[in-house]
């Protein structure tokens, strides 16, 4: 009870799976949900609560002559809260899509049992479908009120509007082998039952062209990818996944801030202070747990403890206020180390909190690589620069001049790492003699490796599964 909120008498005990407790389920439903309220003789109101975008037998009545027209379109599920709609009614929505509202007539609609059922008519109260001709899931705004036309202006929606916005983002380019396009193309079919995935097309030196993909979070993107892998048979590399940025003016006001173009807060006087995103985490362990959890979040990933509660069972809530780039950089992972797999962890109340932060590039042979740039605070900036050079001399086995790897903020250095070339052996054929014959062909080897490196600055370039094993340093 304590860990639910919910008395002992209010759980139902049931499982899907055995077929158990389900006609306890429809009793309880009957009993303790309320009946919709709404008024059938009211102008239409209808609340979109989902939609998806597939296969449908639209419904087609002539004159004498009943038929389906087998196609595919975009499904609304819908909650009627007053008035009724049928088929022929023209209905638009109050939100509009992407701010462009568009009048729809209606083709079919009808209740879900459990597949499609053409009705030709919902009325109040009722929970069904519509088929308004949307050619794209995102038209439909879910949360959105769908109403009639001549109605728009003296209606209200049946709830504010909340335009959800992706807390964090990676960019997915196509592996080795893989084209673009094909990658381009599987994205934009899961985006169509997956509309909350925002995609913008980015190019890296290193990669070549890729898509930056916002998510809600990291099971978000967990799924999204395992989706791209197992429909579409699809290798792609995401690099390490951020959060989004914002900066302070002068005047108080909020901007969004793309870490492409980061801003020095000390070099623009116009910029008052760097914001990154901060949320609560509550972690639920064991008690024998709670110390080592406690020092881990506060002493490695910026946490600020806020409050403990004893729960039933030997086990700690605890609340902490962390940054999200922290909890996204393996909080979890790290959690299920500690405590064996006996731990939990939700967040929420996301806002956005003053931070003195960086961004650190990554420079190979003097040529920057988007990829493996990163945002950290201030006084952890050496320490990862350091991690990513090291990790860089460490993954390219193959050098034919002497590379330089450089971390940097701004213009300035703060790690820096030469990665060896692998020299032929041209003394090999000479035994003895005199050493000025060596000499002469160690200048020659010198002379020549100095061309190369001359002709090749700023070509050089990483291959992926390097550039994948190197990722991971910016997460330790």
């Not at 158990?20 to 609340?47: H, W």
């Not at 747990?289 to 509660?309: H, K, L, M, P, S």
């Not at 945002?375 to 993954?395: F, H």
């Not at 070509?459 to 550039?467: A, E, G, M, V, Y």
């Amino acid at each position: 009870e304590d860990a639910t909120g919910f008395l002992n008498n209010e759980i139902v005990r049931t499982s899907a799976r055995q077929a158990k407790g389900l006609e306890t389920i429809l009793g309880r439903v009957a009993k303790d949900v309320p009946p919709p309220a709404g008024d059938l003789n009211a102008p239409l109101r209808a609340y979109l609560f989902d939609a998806w975008f597939g296969p449908h037998k639209r419904r087609v009545v002539k004159p004498g002559v009943e038929s389906f027209e087998d196609l595919r379109t975009v499904l609304c599920n819908v909650r009627i809260v007053d008035g009724s709609v049928r088929v022929g009614d023209t209905v638009t929505l109050m939100g509009g899509a992407h701010g462009e509202r568009k009048e729809y007539r209606v083709f079919d609609c009808g209740v879900l049992h459990p597949d499609p059922v053409s009705t030709g008519v919902l009325y109040s109260g009722m929970v069904g479908f519509l088929d308004v001709g949307m050619h794209s899931r995102r038209e439909a705004n879910v949360g959105d009120t769908i109403c009639n036309p001549q109605h728009l202006k003296q209606l209200k929606p049946i709830a504010p509007m909340a335009s959800q916005q992706p807390i964090m983002f990676a960019t997915f380019h196509p592996n080795e082998g893989e084209s673009f396009e094909v990658m381009r193309e599987a994205i934009d079919r899961l985006c169509i039952n997956d509309p909350s995935v925002t995609v913008r097309m980015v190019k890296c030196p290193a990669f070549g062209p890729g898509l930056q993909l916002g998510f809600f979070g990291q099971l978000h993107q967990s799924v999204f990818e395992d989706r791209l892998t197992s429909e579409f048979a699809l290798d792609v590399l995401a690099t390490p996944a951020q959060v989004f940025y914002k900066y302070r003016d002068k005047d108080g006001i909020e901007h969004p801030l793309d870490a492409n173009d980061w801003i020095d807060a000390g070099r623009h006087s116009h910029v008052d202070a760097l914001l990154e995103p901060v949320v609560t985490a509550t972690v639920v362990c064991r008690e024998a747990d709670y110390a080592a959890v406690t020092n881990e979040i506060t002493g490695n990933f910026r946490g600020e403890f806020v409050d403990v509660q004893s729960l039933d069972g030997g086990r700690q809530a605890a609340k902490f206020r962390l940054p999200l780039a922290e909890l996204i950089r393996g909080l979890m992972t790290r959690l299920m180390q500690i405590t064996h797999g006996f731990a939990s962890l939700e967040y929420d109340d996301l806002t956005y909190e003053a931070s003195d932060l960086v961004k650190v590039d990554v420079m190979v042979n003097k040529k920057l690589i988007p990829a493996l740039s990163t945002i950290t605070p201030k006084r952890e900036a050496q320490q990862v620069g350091k991690r990513l050079t090291a990790a860089l001399k460490e993954n390219i086995k193959t050098a034919s001049i002497n590379l330089p790897v450089q971390a940097l903020i701004g213009g300035k250095i703060i790690a820096r790492e030469t990665v060896t070339a692998r020299k032929k052996d041209v003394l090999v054929k000479i035994h003895a003699g005199d050493y000025s014959r060596k000499a002469k062909k160690l200048d020659h080897q010198k002379k020549g490796l100095a061309r190369r490196a001359e002709r090749m600055m700023g070509q050089f370039s990483l291959d992926s599964d390097t550039l994948a094993a190197v990722m991971g340093a910016s997460k330790l």
